[in-house]
């Protein structure tokens, strides 16, 4: 006796394309009625002889009983779909709230993503500083000129010491380099603060300064690391350029240039190799070590990575404006 | 510092466009910005060299790999001393000083029209034709210049630091300000006729009537000079180039052109030239090992290119001896001290941008840093439907004050942005109340934030910063779906979402204890503990606190992260039970005066036999249960760890906690 290999296949497709309850039992009754192949090759069984009959017997036995699983299957299945009540499931979802990171947290994340694998330690140190970390330690004289390119808020304090809200977050570098072994690799973010105020500053923003001190290093190694950095930043090659500066913690001091958009050239960070002052001043023997420095401003990153006209924006806490980053 | 593109194209003697032209000074270290025919120097505090015509000629041409070459035409003057003209200079404040008096001036006319328009362009006033002409030589050679009517001035000149601590001094323009003795100042027999390098006296400024001057010329000391200006609100040209370094070598040269350019407006009768007692600047001279300077560059340039580049801008080479070189220092560099000073040089000369370029190095293997715990949290709020705000951390004393839970002293800032907000934040809530009100004015009605900053006190002479997270729900009190299912949120969604926050972070053994004395919230408040630290706060906020911004209930929190422990203990983990668990539920009643953590406390801590767990099913009060008390059913599942419970085994420890409750909490089956 002949049976069709395909038989279970065909009827699993067709019992795909059924649409309704009466479809379904037509097909089960082609399948498994008494005019089926199974059922009505039963009683062909007694034409054959003793041995193929057993053997055709198992065979047939197997068939029906996966050919009836099948259509038990089906119909389960169908009767669970149509049991239901219908809903418009294109209807609104129940109310639920969307989170997101504030820009600015994003953004320092980002910068900290690219130098953490290079196992670059992250310290965000005191806002409150005294006049030391803030500015003598980092190579800033007193009554130096340097000293008003930062608008300083200072605290009222009991006693002589000055305290101010830090300039920088170079204060972080300073508390470092005096407690932790050498060779140093460093981030510091945080808030930093100048008393100023208008369309394109604000009295406090954010900054992330990195800081290198080991054998060896070169002015080429900062110019690698932060072109790599700027490309990692922006997700694209980038014209870069290096222009001389001056920061009184740096010798030399650069400030980087970037071509990005349809702009021109864009200031984007500064940078430079560590002052010698500054380290002798933690106790860094100049003869062995050797540092690079850089920082940048959080917020002028945010504005060209997001498009953002107004630096403001990013702390007026409206939804407007806040809600976009969370699509 | 503005320049005229024509006036400076034309000095330069250069046919570069203006844009290119700010591109090269820009590629050497001054930004230029054009604003029309003008290009702006932003000339870092370190140069006050090129703050001229001169320094921006020596650059120029240094660029050009070209040594400075002096163009501009002098008189031939010589200088006498004569006590009778200057009589004594302190040294300690000034180095140099030179007199030119000029007697006899008539037909003074103006500057010629080009020389005014770069006055003008660069931002200097006119005021008088002799001022003027002070003022360009300024501009053209860097040195600042004063002109007294010498018929108003007393000789002989002291340059001298007042005796008395506050002299009275009426300045150009008719202000009078209070003279401190740390200020150098210009006397003549009458008393201060200038403050030295910031401005002169009234009494002594040019009029139309003028007859005879004496110009004045002097390298006062910078370190003497700064700041000076600001203390008396001013801030002059003069004062902005005396502060940087003037080159002490020029004040001469600088009064015979002055002469040469006076003959040009005006005719007089007598010149007389004097110069006080100078002290001898020693020049600075600086080594530099050319295999040091290339390791720290990642060049290798030779000892021949180095001194070429430094040659042209002015450094006198020394010594040549191999790799070890010298040079001195240009007496109008006040930037020049080490080693690295020069190599600076020559890579402004070499152009930063062809410094080759190495791969990023990293650094040892990096240690766990402290901020896990916040990013961690701040990560679980996100996911958990908050928005992050960021403020600025400048409060009025009154929203401190409302904040004030711990009784902390406010840092205040001597020079605040606002008067109105003088005091640094002790708690981020303030901020977070005027953005709900800000946004329900916006049409937001349900809203979650949290913000991750630092809030300050004053711990006697000292300051404390403390890193907070607080977060904020705003719910008007229900809100309904189209479907009209209607969520709420109160105090109890509140406790969810801290507790979620916490286990999620695997914080361990978080207690939450009642405190009904927290100035942000209600009575319905509690203190977030791990073991005996506490690690922050929860409730119901207190509308008082919000100083009226917000009208509807609002729930918020404040966590700690710098108290929560991200040192990853390793887990300890339990064996998991094969054998089924059951669950038997008790009805009891009990005074109302208890707390349901009261009859946590006496069921979890008394170790009843295979207790698994405990929930609280649910609670009634009212019909049919006697005042003052409260029903609660409580669900208790039971299960071993090694077998299947008995009926009896489960009933004795239900007996059990019954008797427990009875016992300690007076609780009563409810029939």
């Known amino acids: ?327 | 510092m503005k320049v005229q593109y024509s006036y400076l194209k034309n000095y330069l003697s250069t046919d570069l466009s203006q844009a290119k032209l700010a591109d090269v000074f820009t590629k050497v270290g001054f930004e230029c910005e054009s604003d029309g025919s003008i290009i702006d120097f932003d000339i870092t505090p370190n140069r006050g060299d090129v703050l001229s015509l001169r320094g921006l000629q020596r650059e120029f041409q240094a660029q050009q790999s070209k040594a400075f070459k002096d163009k501009l035409y002098y008189e031939k003057l010589t200088f006498k001393k004569d006590k009778t003209i200057i009589n004594t200079i302190d040294k300690s404040g000034c180095g140099n000083y030179q007199l030119m008096l000029v007697r006899g001036l008539h037909s003074v006319k103006e500057l010629d029209k080009k020389k005014r328009n770069f006055l003008i362009a660069a931002g200097v006033p006119l005021i008088h034709p002799l001022v003027d002409l002070g003022n360009y030589v300024m501009l053209e050679m860097g040195t600042p210049m004063h002109v007294f009517d010498l018929d108003h001035l007393e000789l002989p000149l002291n340059i001298a630091f007042p005796a008395s601590k506050k002299n009275s001094f009426q300045a150009i323009g008719g202000d009078t300000k209070i003279v401190e003795s740390a200020s150098l100042t210009i006397q003549d027999q009458n008393g201060i006729q200038a403050i030295a390098g910031i401005i002169g006296g009234h009494e002594t400024s040019v009029s139309k009537s003028t007859k005879s001057v004496a110009v004045e010329a002097a390298f006062f000391n910078p370190a003497k000079i700064a700041n000076q200006a600001r203390k008396y609100g001013l801030a002059t040209d003069a004062s902005h180039r005396f502060e940087r370094g003037v080159d002490p070598a020029l004040q001469q040269k600088a009064l015979a052109r002055f002469l040469f350019l006076l003959k040009e407006i005006a005719r007089y009768d007598l010149i007389d030239c004097y110069e006080g007692s100078s002290v001898k600047l020693k020049p600075t001279a600086i080594s530099l090992n050319v295999e040091r300077f290339n390791n720290f560059s990642g060049l290798s340039l030779s000892a021949k290119k180095i001194k070429l580049f430094l040659e042209t801008l002015g450094f006198t080479s020394i010594l040549t001896k191999t790799d070890h070189l010298k040079f001195q220092v240009p007496s109008y560099r006040f930037d020049m001290e080490l080693e690295e000073d020069l190599y600076e040089e020559i890579l402004r000369c070499y152009g930063y941008d062809n410094i080759p370029i190495n791969p990023p190095k990293s650094g040892p293997v990096a240690k766990v840093t402290d901020h896990s715990a916040s990013e961690k949290l701040k990560g679980g709020l996100v996911f958990g439907g908050f928005q992050e705000l960021m403020h600025m951390p400048f409060v009025s004393t009154e929203t401190f004050n409302a904040l004030n839970s711990n009784d902390w002293s406010p840092a205040e800032l001597s020079n605040p942005i606002n008067e109105n907000e003088p005091l640094m934040r002790g708690s981020l809530f303030g901020s977070l109340f005027s953005a709900i009100n800000l946004n329900v004015k916006k049409g937001y009605s349900a809203i979650k934030f949290f913000e991750h900053g630092n809030v300050f006190h004053k711990i006697k002479n000292d300051f404390a910063q403390e890193s907070h997270i607080s977060g904020l729900i705003y719910f008007h009190e229900s809100q309904k779906t189209w479907s009209d299912k209607s969520f709420q949120y109160d105090f109890y969604s509140l406790k969810a979402e801290v507790l979620k926050l916490l286990e999620t972070l695997r914080v361990k053994s978080i207690q939450l204890v009642p405190n009904s004395s927290a100035t942000i919230f209600t009575a319905n408040a509690m203190d977030i503990f791990v073991g005996k630290k506490k690690i922050g706060m929860l409730g119901e906020i207190n509308p008082t606190s919000t100083q009226k911004l917000i009208k509807n209930p609002a729930f918020g929190f404040e966590i700690y992260p710098e108290k929560i422990s991200t040192k990853s203990s390793a887990l300890k983990l339990k064996p998991v039970s094969k054998f089924p668990s059951s669950s038997r539920d008790l009805n009891i009643l009990i005074n109302q005066s208890y707390s349901y953590a009261q009859i946590e406390t006496v069921l979890l801590n008394s170790k009843i036999k295979f207790l698994h767990s405990l929930a609280l099913a649910n609670t009634f009060e009212g019909k049919g249960i006697p005042d003052g008390s409260i029903s609660m059913t409580l669900r208790f599942m039971f299960q071993s760890p090694v077998k299947s419970l008995k009926e009896s085994e489960i009933n004795a420890s239900m007996d059990n906690a019954f008797h427990l409750l009875n016992k300690a909490l007076k609780a009563k089956i409810r029939s």
């Open chain 1, 1 to 327: 006796m002949q049976i069709p290999q395909d038989l279970i296949d065909t009827a699993k497709l067709k019992l795909k394309s059924v649409q309704s309850e009466a479809e379904f039992f037509q097909l089960r009754s082609q399948y498994l009625g008494k005019k089926s192949f199974v059922i009505s090759s039963f009683t062909e069984l007694k034409s054959l002889d003793p041995d193929s009959k057993v053997s055709a017997a198992k065979e047939l036995n197997i068939l029906k009983s996966k050919l009836s699983h099948l259509f038990e299957v089906a119909l389960e299945g169908m009767q669970a779909k149509t049991d239901v009540s219908l809903l418009d499931t294109t209807l609104p979802a129940d109310p639920y709230f969307v989170g997101a990171e504030h820009p600015i947290a994003e953004i320092s994340q980002r910068v900290i993503h690219y130098f953490s694998p290079l196992n670059y330690q992250v310290f965000s140190g005191n806002e409150i500083e005294t006049d030391f970390f803030n500015f003598e330690a980092l190579n800033f004289p007193e009554n130096h000129p340097a000293r008003q390119m930062h608008d300083t808020f200072y605290l009222n304090a009991g006693k002589k010491s000055e305290y101010l809200l830090r300039t920088h977050t170079s204060n972080s570098q300073i508390h470092a380099m005096l407690r932790e072994p050498l060779p140093l690799y460093m981030l510091s973010p945080g808030r930093v603060y100048r008393c100023d105020s208008d369309t394109t500053h604000l009295p406090m923003f954010t900054q992330i300064e990195g800081l290198v001190v080991d054998e060896d290093v070169s002015f080429g190694d900062l110019k690698g690391i932060i072109i790599n950095f700027l490309e990692y930043f922006f997700n694209e090659k980038m014209e870069v350029r290096f222009r001389p500066s001056y920061f009184p913690f740096t010798e030399p001091s650069a400030e980087v240039d970037i071509k990005f958009g349809n702009n021109g050239w864009l200031e984007v960070l500064g940078c430079g190799m560590v002052h010698p002052n500054v380290l002798k001043g933690c106790n860094i023997d100049t003869q062995r070590y050797r540092g690079f420095a850089f920082g940048m401003g959080i917020e002028r990153l945010a504005m060209l990575y997001y498009g953002v006209d107004d630096i403001r924006d990013f702390y007026s806490s409206n939804l407007d404006f806040l809600n976009q980053f969370s699509s």
